[in-house]
T-cell receptor, first 114, second 115 residues
Framework: AQSVSQHNHHVILSEAASLELGCNYS??????LFWYVQYPGQHLQLLLK??????LVKGIKGFEAEFIKSKFSFNLRKPSVQWSDTAEYFC????????????FGKGTHLIIQP | EPEVTQTPSHQVTQMGQEVILRCVPI?????FYWYRQILGQKVEFLVS????????KSEIFDDQFSVERPDGSNFTLKIRSTKLEDSAMYFC?????????????FGPGTRLTVL
């Protein structure tokens, strides 16, 4: 069975600080990897995705993530966070090649202090 | 930009009652999903639906749950006899095609409260 681990449940940063949120997954086959964001009072939105190719993927709002196959990791990064990045961040995975349901991590609640 | 919509936004029901949660997926999408998030816990996959039948379901999706696409636009989740532990946020999602490009678009959710 698939599983996703997000190491940081609550992160508090000041504006302009750099961000890295950890995500590790467990799955026996090839996977698609996703980061979703949920801003306060809003629905889940896709930040970025990795299907194949360049393991460094860039998403919206200056976010990027790097797939490291040997470490089963897909960490999310942003060089300089803004107050508006305050949100819940979810890492998710599903099996490559199908339309399977997503397996989510528990999420990281990110608070950016002005 | 097309969006997934869900109604109602909040549903309160008594234990043992039946509830139907409604979703309108993005119009040209082919795959439909339901997820739930119990307060303080992670988002959990319930079921996926394609070509008018269930394609995958989780252990959570037992006999009290059912899904239906009654017409060309709606996708519903029915809980036959609600329990207290069914209280959660329920999200609908849809995606365009299978293969490796199944980016799922989520609706805003329905908060179900079972009393």
């Amino acid at each position: 069975a698939q599983s996703v681990s997000q190491h940081n449940h609550h992160v508090i940063l000041s504006e302009a600080a750099s961000l890295e949120l950890g995500c590790n997954y467990s799955y026996g086959g090839t996977v698609n990897l996703f980061w979703y964001v949920q801003y306060p009072g809003q629905h889940l939105q896709l930040l970025l995705k990795y299907f194949s190719g360049d393991p460094l993927v860039k998403g919206i709002k200056g976010f990027e993530a790097e797939f490291i196959k040997s470490k089963f990791s897909f960490n999310l990064r942003k060089p300089s966070v803004q107050w508006s990045d305050t949100a819940e961040y979810f890492c998710a995975v599903n099996a490559r090649g199908g339309a399977d349901g997503l397996t989510f991590g528990k999420g990281t609640h990110l608070i950016i202090q002005p | 930009e097309p969006e997934v919509t869900q109604t109602p936004s909040h549903q309160v029901t008594q234990m043992g009652q039946e509830v139907i949660l409604r979703c309108v997926p993005i119009s040209n999408h082919l795959y439909f999903y339901w997820y739930r998030q119990i307060l303080g816990q992670k988002v959990e996959f319930l079921v996926s639906f394609y070509n008018n039948e269930i394609s995958e379901k989780s252990e959570i999706f037992d006999d009290q749950f059912s899904v239906e696409r009654p017409d060309g636009s709606n996708f519903t989740l029915k809980i036959r006899s609600t329990k207290l532990e069914d209280s959660a946020m329920y999200f609908c999602a849809s995606s365009g095609t299978g293969g490796t490009y199944n980016e799922q678009f989520f609706g805003p959710g329905t908060r179900l409260t079972v009393l």
